[in-house]
């Protein structure tokens, strides 16, 4: 699964990068480099102009948003299940009830610097869960595959601010080669070259829309242990993202990342190290 991650690119940055028509960002987001369920995070998708829009902006666009990571459809009778709706599998996001809708109609980018994943080892007999950071190695962003939808607050007038929450999934796939080592499930994302198609709400071809994703660890990517400082979201900060050296060898099994608070405080002193490359 993909439960963290970093989003610590500024909004001028996604504005450019993601080539974005229609900025409706109100307020910027700081950068996150603890990104957990329930946070806010910038989403890139393609939407028709609303109501009150200008006459010259009568168009289909591309658009710079912020959305709630954990999906609420559009039916749900409360937003709490949003909390557990952090993944969407590849294998069954298109039959879904939750996922199929948005899959058919409402796609959209997630953009990351990288994200984590936690493996149990053991050390001395005792088990422990190391967090590892997984990031492009050129430093790119990683365009994180994902669905969005709207749902109604009907406790709030139609021209409340807070009547539609807007909340997001990413889509996950199962890992393989040294990412599979750390953990069973990886992030799909979507090539730069075809983010035009994966964003367009014409294009509602199952087949074709899932030869548009790409796992995660298709691209060069770079990975390395952190401290356990991540595990709780209290924690935020670059230094989330260090290197350190691995702890001694022990054996190991993949796992899920720990709960809000889970893991040791992870204030260990360790010496940098080279980040293994992973192809």
């Not at 939750?98 to 005792?126: H, I, N, Q």
């Amino acid at each position: 699964m993909c439960g963290r991650f970093a989003s610590a690119r500024k909004r001028a940055e996604l504005l450019e990068e993601f080539r974005i028509e229609r900025d409706r960002v109100t307020e910027s987001l700081a950068p996150d480099y603890n990104v957990a369920p329930t946070k806010k995070v910038y989403a890139v998708l393609t939407r028709g102009p609303r109501a009150a829009d200008a006459e010259d902006d009568q168009r289909v666009a591309r658009e710079l948003r912020v959305v709630r990571w954990g999906l609420v459809p559009s039916w749900a009778k409360e937003p709490s299940i949003g909390s557990r709706m952090i993944n969407a599998r590849a294998e069954t996001v298109a039959s879904k009830p939750s996922f199929r809708g948005p899959f058919a109609r409402r796609r959209c980018l997630l953009p990351a610097d990288g994200f984590y994943e936690w493996m149990s080892v053991t050390e001395d007999g005792k088990t422990r869960k190391q967090p590892y950071y997984i990031h492009r190695a050129d430093g790119g962003v990683l365009a994180f595959a994902g669905l969005y939808d709207l749902w109604r607050d009907k406790s709030q007038p139609d021209d409340h601010p807070d009547a539609w929450l807007w909340t997001t999934v990413i889509i996950t796939t199962q890992a393989e080669d040294e990412v599979g080592q750390i953990h069973e499930r990886t992030p799909m994302i979507v090539d730069p070259s075809v983010w035009g198609e994966w964003l367009d709400p014409a294009n509602s071809q199952t087949s074709a829309l899932h030869a548009l994703l790409t796992p995660a660890a298709s691209t060069k990517l770079e990975t390395y242990q952190v401290a356990t400082d991540v595990n709780s979201v209290r924690n935020n900060g670059p230094g989330l993202i260090r290197p350190l050296q691995p702890a001694a060898a022990g054996g190991g099994s993949r796992n899920g990342p720990p709960g809000e608070d889970g893991g040791p405080s992870g204030r260990h002193r360790h010496r940098a190290t080279a980040p293994l490359t992973l192809f």
